[in-house]
Every structure is written in C-alpha cells, then in structure tokens.
C-alpha cells in the first residue's frame, strides 16, 4: 500500500503563484509515476502532469496543453516528495489538487492521463485564485 498525502494550497491573487507538495509513504518502490490532477466543482477530475519514478525515464515529466509552460512538476526522491509547481495563476485555476500513484510503467508517458491509470489517491488540497 501506498499512501499520498497533498499539501501547500491556498488562497492567491492572479498572477501568483503556489507549489504543492505530495509525500509518499508504504510502499514507494511499487510506484513508477505520481500525477497531479484537479477538480473544480461539478466539473471532472482533469490531468495535470505527470512525473515517472523508479524506472529507466526517471525523472521525464509530461504536462497537460492546458498548464504547460505554467506548471512544472519535479521530485525530491530523498524526501519522498513531488511537487507541483504552478506559476500565473488564474481564477479558473481554482479547484481541489490531488496527487496520485500508478503501480505501472507505461512505455508512451502520454497514458497516464486516464484517471482509471491510477491505484492511489491523495485526499486533495484546495486552491483558490482571486481575480
């Protein structure tokens, strides 16, 4: 079992900007990527990023068109940790932040993107932008 656990959400003005954390604890060798996703209400769970773990192409990222060149995602493997790092933010950017742990190593990184990829879940943090 692993378990994810978000932090670093908040309160921002547009323009701002915030960097979520996602701890790792159990079984964390078993993990090969850890996503981020958001959900504003009513609306799905939609793909944000991706950074693969513990295998070849450690480190490779893969970030949603709608962020990237926003957002940027990075690990600190000795800390268990990836981050989410979201700069210019928006008030559409407002919505619940969850992390996530997938068991398997997909060879196209693109694959992630399905919510039905993913084995654990964060309970999320809430981000809320103000224009």
């Known amino acids: 079992q692993v378990q994810l656990v978000e932090s670093g959400g908040g309160s921002v003005q547009a323009g701002g900007s915030l960097r979520l954390s996602c701890v790792a604890s159990?079984?964390?060798?078993?993990?090969?990527?850890i996503g981020w996703f958001r959900q504003a209400p009513g609306e799905e769970r939609t793909f944000l990023g991706v950074i693969r773990l513990n295998a070849l192409g450690a480190g490779d990222t893969n970030l949603a068109n709608s962020v990237e060149g926003r957002f940027s995602i990075s690990s600190d493997n000795a800390k268990s940790t990836v981050y989410l790092q979201m700069n210019s933010l928006r008030p559409e950017d407002t919505a619940v932040y969850f992390c996530?742990?997938?068991?398997?190593?997909?060879?196209?990184?693109?694959?992630?993107?399905?919510?039905?990829?993913?084995?654990?879940w964060g309970r999320g943090t809430q981000v809320s932008v103000s224009s």
């Open positions: 996530a742990g997938s068991i398997a190593n997909y060879y196209r990184i693109a694959t992630y993107s399905s919510t039905s990829r993913w084995d654990y």
């Open positions: 159990g079984r964390t060798d078993s993990v090969y990527g």
